[in-house]
């Protein structure tokens, strides 16, 4: 059973930087599609930021964050890192790293198609 915890959240001003960890243990890490989510206070839904498939490394971002937010990853790490800068205020959510072993070709964007999920991570931006 794979297990994910995330890392590296916290309370910033808005225009700092963040970088978010995921560290995997009990399963092949290389075998998963990897994304990123966040859920904001009094959504619903987790909202899809980016996915990278398993070792050609091909991202995908949503557009609300294109150009701010960079997803990686390092299998020999099994780790799982979220580059985000010039955070503003609306980026304040928890974040979740999630994985999924059954999609092949793009990262799915919906987070039911996910398998494996983290505790989560919050990162709350001042103004």
């Known amino acids: 059973q794979l297990e994910l915890v995330e890392s590296g959240g916290g309370l910033v001003q808005a225009g700092d930087s963040l970088r978010l960890t995921c560290a995997a243990s009990?399963?092949?890490?290389?075998?998963?599609?990897m994304g990123w989510f966040r859920q904001a206070p009094g959504k619903e839904e987790r909202e899809f930021l980016a996915?990278?498939?398993?070792?050609?490394?091909?991202?995908y971002y949503s557009d609300s964050v294109q150009g701010r937010f960079t997803i990686s990853r390092d299998n020999g790490e099994n780790s799982l890192y979220l580059q985000i800068k010039d955070l503003r205020p609306s980026d304040t959510a928890v974040y979740y790293c999630?994985?999924?072993?059954?999609?092949?070709?793009?990262?799915?964007?919906?987070?039911?198609?996910?398998?494996?999920w983290g505790q989560g991570t919050q990162v709350t931006v001042s103004s």
């Open positions: 999630a994985a999924d072993r059954n999609t092949w070709g793009i990262p799915r964007m919906n987070h039911r198609g996910y398998q494996h």
């Open positions: 009990g399963g092949t890490f290389s075998e998963y599609m």
């Open positions: 996915g990278i498939t398993r070792t050609t490394d091909a991202t």
